[in-house]
């Protein structure tokens, strides 16, 4: 197999009114974890969507009305993107894959040609991790490199942490070999500790660690819509104007 996508979905869209999970809220008349999958597929050979335990049935219902490779897995707490990223290590263990990529449920304007710029920095010999990145005002995210343009530091707003007036920032999409997910993220998971606003365990720091050793590579974004996860009735908002079909595309002329 040449790649597995992780879709961490376990959260719920309660800022976002209803009581269905994240994943599955409409936007644009669908399923939020339709327009991600619509992007993805063509790309990778199987998908895993992270659940948790109270949503199970639905989304096994979701899976079971579509011919995509699917699978499920649980994330049995809500401890944190790091234990929901690494929930499905057996599965990935078991498909052998290539390179492990990892989205964000709510990242669905991810443009084709960011997508397509990963998989082409992806083919062989590549990186153990490869990430877009996009430099915005007021970032939520905040990567910190050294001289030598070396990612040392992630900075999170909502650690509370100081934040740059702009700043590079992931835009929730993620390549690791296989060995980077197996080996290296589990050895990271086993010492990280729980962010002291949240109490979550973050997967971010785990990039200026990987990052430490020369593992970590990144390119330029499309734009700024691709850094905008739906979060908000205003999140969704913009993201539905985006995906209108007059709306003007960043990746096309």
């Given at each position: 197999?040449?790649?597995?996508?992780?879709?961490?979905?376990?959260?719920?869209?309660?800022?976002?009114?209803?009581?269905?999970?994240?994943?599955?809220?409409?936007?644009?008349?669908?399923?939020?974890?339709?327009?991600?999958?619509?992007?993805?597929?063509?790309?990778?050979?199987?998908?895993?969507?992270?659940?948790?335990?109270?949503?199970?049935?639905?989304?096994?219902?979701?899976?079971?009305?579509?011919?995509?490779?699917?699978?499920?897995?649980?994330?049995?707490?809500?401890?944190?993107?790091?234990?929901?990223?690494?929930?499905?290590?057996?599965?990935?263990?078991?498909?052998?894959?290539?390179?492990?990529?990892?989205?964000?449920?709510?990242?669905?304007?991810?443009?084709?040609?960011?997508?397509?710029?990963?998989?082409?920095?992806?083919?062989?010999?590549?990186?153990?991790?490869?990430?877009?990145?996009?430099?915005?005002?007021?970032?939520?995210?905040?990567?910190?490199?050294?001289?030598?343009?070396?990612?040392?530091?992630?900075?999170?707003?909502?650690?509370?942490?100081?934040?740059?007036?702009?700043?590079?920032?992931?835009?929730?999409?993620?390549?690791?070999?296989?060995?980077?997910?197996?080996?290296?993220?589990?050895?990271?998971?086993?010492?990280?500790?729980?962010?002291?606003?949240?109490?979550?365990?973050?997967?971010?720091?785990?990039?200026?660690?990987?990052?430490?050793?020369?593992?970590?590579?990144?390119?330029?974004?499309?734009?700024?819509?691709?850094?905008?996860?739906?979060?908000?009735?205003?999140?969704?908002?913009a993201i539905e104007s985006y995906l209108a079909p007059d709306a003007p595309r960043p990746d096309q002329p």
């Amino acid at each position: 197999m040449d790649r597995l996508l992780i879709v961490p979905a376990a959260g719920r869209g309660s800022r976002l009114g209803g009581d269905l999970p994240k994943a599955l809220v409409p936007v644009a008349g669908r399923p939020m974890l339709d327009h991600l999958l619509a992007r993805h597929a063509p790309f990778v050979d199987r998908i895993v969507v992270v659940v948790a335990p109270s949503a199970w049935e639905l989304f096994t219902a979701f899976v079971s009305a579509r011919s995509l490779p699917i699978d499920l897995a649980l994330q049995r707490e809500a401890t944190g993107m790091l234990d929901a990223v690494i929930a499905p290590a057996s599965l990935v263990n078991a498909r052998q894959p290539r390179r492990v990529v990892v989205t964000w449920c709510d990242q669905i304007a991810l443009s084709d040609a960011t997508v397509r710029q990963l998989w082409s920095a992806t083919t062989e010999p590549a990186p153990p991790m490869v990430l877009p990145t996009l430099e915005v005002d007021a970032p939520y995210i905040h990567f910190d490199r050294d001289s030598r343009g070396r990612i040392v530091g992630v900075r999170q707003r909502r650690e509370g942490d100081a934040m740059p007036v702009r700043g590079e920032t992931d835009i929730g999409l993620f390549d690791l070999s296989f060995d980077a997910y197996c080996r290296d993220l589990v050895h990271f998971a086993s010492g990280a500790t729980p962010g002291s606003v949240t109490g979550e365990r973050n997967f971010l720091p785990f990039i200026p660690w990987l990052a430490a050793t020369g593992g970590v590579q990144t390119f330029p974004g499309t734009s700024p819509i691709e850094t905008i996860g739906i979060n908000t009735p205003v999140d969704l908002a913009a993201i539905e104007s985006y995906l209108a079909p007059d709306a003007p595309r960043p990746d096309q002329p």
